[in-house]
């Protein structure tokens, strides 16, 4: 039964950390972006070099690369990406283009294969099976991040102009919030969440410049389930989705568990399009 | 019958497609014509090779239609296209061979039924574009995923092995007839099947495109929301243009692994899923023409790339993608189209201007 709970846990806090960044950008920006998994892997692979060259501490590493995937973020704001607000679907096809640029030019640097790095903590065992502290550090982790997102959305300046903005960008605009330095901070902060979560899962995995594919269709899953708002969203979404592919990972194996997930997103795609920020709202409206 | 003839062209001309000119005909035909000797005059490898570029165009055209003339932006073509090579290759292993034939018309017509059950999840649940853009590529990256988990004995179909990530190996060419009249389509006949496929769908593209049915596509993406207001139903054009648009796919998909004998999970992955949006957005996405010409030539210049080392092949499309999108939003064929239409116009308007019959000046 505990394996149970674990399972779910860890694909939690997986979907949570994955998807955060990819939505706070979609929810403010109404912009897919498709770099995010090339923000992903520049995580891990700065962690993994900051770890094994540079012979710093894991738990410096991680902030560290954050802020170089948040760095990088920024730059392409600044050069590209805010001359296509206006045509989402090119946005979409900069951003994938960025996307394929950033893991091509890593391998190109770097090869496939990176050095790995030791897994902080160590395991303990119940029962039988041996489980991962790291695991459990994950968890607070990504309820950290959800926490954090909470008070910076509800009790900061930026979080209001941010909301204003959601609302309606114009009026947002006319009442004087300039949007551009917002929309800036906003991918930044998203590029930099996404780097977080690929330095945070770089002792886990084997860091390769295809690092970033494994997080984005369940990053994608989560946000079609969950819908615009960045926190509703990935946070019911994250439960819902961690519950079922969880559980049936734990009863069968992770293909049904992935098939589960797609039979979930179909199911939401037809019933609620808007995912859960729409039930959200139906229910907030019924009140 | 003459002026039958002509109907035919008219059917196939309208503002939804470049050309109408009785020279942009002549050049047409003069094209197809080359098109069809070609294999007269050429060698045995460099034929079979370039009627393999063929096939990649139907997976653009798939593309073109749905994203450039109805605006309903699909990752997704490239999984109908790896799955009908896989239905091809299931159904002709296990099938003697004169029915191969068979096997080809049942792998697009399955494929057509699931584009028909995914097109009826997507377009009548309402979801948003960008949506639909994320759901598809979800579904090409499962599709990849589940197949490549079915190495080993136990994944057979018949005396077909799927095979895993290895893909499936052994599925038999084309062929028509039996014992001593057969055409078996491998090199040159290949050639001939595939360039006569798609100067048939061309044309019935064309047709259907400036058609009344063509209209309500490009109404639908022009404003989606107007045209339901004219009375339309949106989501029957959208998804019975998706049905048609996976047939398309399925089609190039059949003769992929026909001409290959193997089709593998790789066909579905991230990089097959965005070659053909490269193709069709570089080329121009609002115009069959500047597909077919774009992707000939990228699949080209890839496959010239690939001799020289493939790291580099992707880069380059991922440039070439960043490139359109920054400065030549409606595709680079379509703006060479542009400019030379501007010239041949201006050198027309100059020779009436200096015409005795309009006195010299217009």
Redesign the interface.
């Known amino acids: 039964m505990f394996g149970l709970f674990y399972q779910i846990l860890a694909t939690f806090s997986f979907l949570v950390l994955s998807t955060t960044g990819l939505a706070i950008i979609f929810g403010v920006m ?1 912009i ?1 972006n498709f770099a995010h998994a090339s923000f992903i892997m520049l995580g891990a692979v700065v962690t993994v070099y900051l770890v094994s060259a540079a012979n710093l501490s894991v738990f410096l590493a991680i902030p560290l690369a954050a802020l170089v995937a948040a760095a990088v973020g920024a730059f392409l704001e600044l050069t ?1 990406i805010r ?2 607000y206006n ?4 946005c ?3 951003t ?6 950033i893991v ?2 890593v ?2 640097w770097l090869g496939t294969s990176q050095p790995g790095i030791d897994q902080p903590f160590g395991s303990f065992k119940v029962g039988d099976a041996a489980y991962n502290y790291y695991e459990l550090f994950l968890f607070g982790c990504a309820a950290l991040v959800l926490v954090a997102v909470f008070l910076l959305f509800r009790f900061t300046r930026f979080g209001l102009n941010v909301r204003a903005a959601m609302q309606n960008r114009d009026m947002a605009e006319g009442l004087g919030t300039n949007t551009t330095a917002m929309y800036l901070k906003t991918f930044a902060l998203g590029a930099g969440l996404a780097g977080l979560t690929g330095a945070l899962y770089a002792p886990l995995m084997p860091v390769s410049p295809y690092f970033g ?1 494994r997080f ?2 369940r990053a ?2 989560v ?2 389930v969950g819908g615009a708002d960045p926190l509703i969203g990935p946070l019911m979404s994250s439960v819902a989705l961690g519950g079922v592919y969880g559980g049936l990972t734990w009863l069968w194996d992770s ?1 049904a568990g ?2 589960g997930i ?1 039979l979930i ?2 199911i939401f ?3 609620l ?1 808007r995912g859960f920020t729409g039930l959200w709202d139906i229910l907030r409206a019924r009140k | 019958m003459r002026s039958k003839f002509f109907d035919l062209i008219t059917a196939l001309n309208g503002p939804q497609t470049v050309g109408t000119s009785p020279l942009y005909w002549r050049c047409f035909a003069i094209a197809c014509g080359l098109l069809l000797l070609y294999p007269i005059i050429g060698e045995d490898y460099a034929v079979s090779n370039n009627g393999f570029l063929l096939v990649w165009v139907f997976l653009g055209l798939s593309v073109c239609i749905l994203w450039g003339y109805t605006g309903i932006f699909s990752f997704g073509q490239t999984a109908f296209f790896g799955l009908a090579g896989y239905v091809y290759g299931v159904l002709s292993i296990n099938i003697p061979p004169e029915y191969s034939m068979l096997a080809a018309v049942c792998g697009i017509a399955l494929i057509m039924l699931l584009t028909a059950i995914v097109g009826y999840v997507i377009f009548y649940g309402g979801i948003s574009s960008l949506y639909i853009a994320i759901f598809t590529l979800m579904l090409t990256l499962l599709a990849e995923t589940l197949l490549s988990r079915t190495s080993g004995p136990q994944f057979r179909i018949g005396s077909a092995l799927l095979g895993g990530s290895n893909g499936m190996v052994g599925i038999p060419p084309l062929q028509i007839g039996s014992g001593d009249f057969v055409i078996v389509f491998v090199d040159k006949p290949f050639f001939w099947l595939v360039a006569a496929l798609l100067i048939l769908v061309f044309l019935g593209l064309r047709f259907l495109l400036n058609s009344n049915w063509g209209y309500l596509m490009v109404a639908t993406r022009e404003d989606p929301l107007r045209t339901q207001l004219f009375g339309y139903d949106i989501r029957r054009i959208q998804l019975i243009t998706y049905i048609i648009a996976g047939g398309i796919a399925a089609l190039g998909g059949v003769l992929f692994a026909s001409w290959n004998n193997f089709i593998a999970p790789s066909s579905m992955g991230m990089t097959a899923a965005t070659l053909p949006i490269i193709w069709v957005a570089a080329g121009g996405r609002a115009s069959i023409q500047a597909v077919t010409i774009s992707t000939f030539t990228l699949q080209w210049i890839n496959q010239q790339l690939a001799y020289g080392g493939g790291a580099y092949s992707l880069m380059f499309f991922a440039i070439l993608l960043l490139c359109t999108v920054m400065l030549f939003p409606q595709g680079i064929v379509t703006t060479i189209e542009m400019a030379l239409e501007e010239y041949l116009e201006r050198r027309r308007v100059a020779r009436l201007e200096k015409s005795p019959l309009l006195g010299g000046r217009l």
């Open positions: 109404n897919i590209l001359r296509l045509r989402k679907l090119d979409l096809l900069a994938w283009a960025i996307n394929i640029i091509q030019a391998f190109l594919d984005l269709w994608f899953t946000l079609i293909v992935s098939i797609l997103t179909m795609i037809r019933v399009p």
